[in-house]
């Protein structure tokens, strides 16, 4: 049934009234203004007199809506005055979250969103590094600061106490790696809208590239050492120095990596994201024979205290070096043996041997042949034993032609 309109004393004013809803003693009443706009009749609605709209007051929105049509200043009708303040409204709203989101630290994204998310989508071993590096090297200088307080000075003051600790230019790289992916994640998320100032500071240049290798006497001297002192880590050793694998490919490998039908262990998820076969030696096979083989997903390799994976590589293994004195007087980090260079022996007796570098290459697990051209020095008795070999070969047949010719 229509609604009955009842006009007020004021012209274009209006209302109805609700049929039980009351606004005090009398009927709730709902208010309308009517008015001619371009030749046409228009009539918006108001509101009820119990949301405080009243005959005088919709006066006063009519007159205003009047004067805006004759001005030109503001909108002339109310449901354009509705949706810029709506406008207005929406502006003001994303000017305070972009406010509150600039407010955000460093220090708290990095804790409350970027580890989270790191810890859901990186391996262990990499979000924990994280994590140190942010605790370590980047939380005294920048953790409390906001995103748009931090400049370059602050990279500046990162990079110089890294320095000043004779970190390696590696590590350096590394934390302005977690600097800029924090960065990156915070600006996708509206906290920053500039680039990382990472990328306007100079990181220092390098070539940090581990290049010590042992020769056969010194990597069988250090595993008969090791072999007397922890039989699980010898394992690991000699397990590195006849593969290549990394230890963070080796402590999470289980049984059912380990294919003795094959001589193959599987590596899954390596550091460069792709699967790859190692391949046993005979000493690799009768090491794994001679194992309590467990359940298919059981760690081939586990933390003796608690049974769960190892992190990192026993104490026990630096011990044994400097007992040795394989690091005496040594004070370039690049040639100094930690436990990686079982990894790098392996490669560079590869080469020794003359296998090509592409074959290395796909042992080793390098994403690029650039990697393992790290190498290629070690091979340069074989390739001057070639030359050689082919100087002595053309003399001879030089030889036999200068004579024929006589």
Do not use: C
């Amino acid at each position: 049934m229509p609604v009955k309109w009842i006009q007020t004393n004021y012209p274009g004013v209006r209302y109805y009234e609700h049929k039980s809803r009351k606004h005090g003693l009398k009927p709730d009443r709902y208010y309308a203004i009517r008015y001619q706009k371009d030749g046409k009749r228009k009539e918006e609605g108001l509101g009820w007199g119990s949301d405080g709209w009243t005959a005088q007051k919709a006066l006063f929105e009519l007159a205003e809506l009047k004067e805006a049509y004759v001005t030109g200043n503001g909108p002339s009708r109310l449901s354009d005055r509705r949706k810029l303040v709506q406008e207005e409204k929406e502006i003001k709203d994303e000017a305070e979250k972009k406010t509150a989101l600039e407010r955000i630290t460093f220090g708290e994204f990095f804790k409350t969103t970027y580890y989270p998310t790191a810890q859901t989508s990186k391996k262990i071993t990499s979000y924990e590094k994280e994590d140190t590096l942010y605790r370590i090297w980047i939380e005294p200088i920048i953790g409390e600061k906001p995103f748009k307080q931090i400049t370059q000075i602050d990279i500046e003051r990162i990079k110089k106490r890294l320095l000043d600790k004779d970190r390696a230019p590696k590590t350096i790289e590394y934390v302005f790696a977690v600097i800029r992916q924090v960065w990156n994640m915070a600006r996708r998320e509206g906290h920053i809208d500039v680039d990382s100032p990472t990328k306007i500071v100079r990181k220092p240049k390098r070539d940090n590239r581990r290049l010590r290798f042992l020769s056969r006497e010194e990597a069988y001297d250090l595993l008969d050492h090791i072999k007397t002192r922890t039989p699980q880590l010898y394992n690991i050793s000699l397990l590195s120095l006849h593969t290549g694998m990394r230890a963070g490919e080796i402590f999470p490998l289980t049984w059912g990596d380990i294919d003795l039908n094959r001589k193959i262990i599987t590596i899954r998820d390596p550091k460069n994201t792709q699967n790859r076969a190692a391949y046993m030696t005979s000493e690799v096979e009768k090491m794994f024979i001679g194992m309590e083989r467990k359940g298919h997903d059981d760690l081939v390799f586990q933390d003796k205290r608690h049974g769960n994976r190892i992190k990192e590589v026993s104490h026990v293994f630096r011990l044994i070096i400097d007992e040795l004195g394989l690091n005496k007087d040594v004070t370039d980090p690049r040639q100094k043996v930690v436990f990686h260079t079982l990894r790098h022996t392996f490669a560079s007796w590869l080469v020794e041997g003359g296998t090509d570098l592409y074959i290395v290459k796909e042992l080793m697990g390098h994403s690029t042949l650039r990697m393992t051209e790290r190498y290629s020095h070690v091979g340069q008795n074989a390739l001057q034993s070639a030359v050689k070999n082919l100087d002595m070969s053309l003399s001879k047949h030089s030889k036999a032609y200068l004579k024929k010719e006589v």
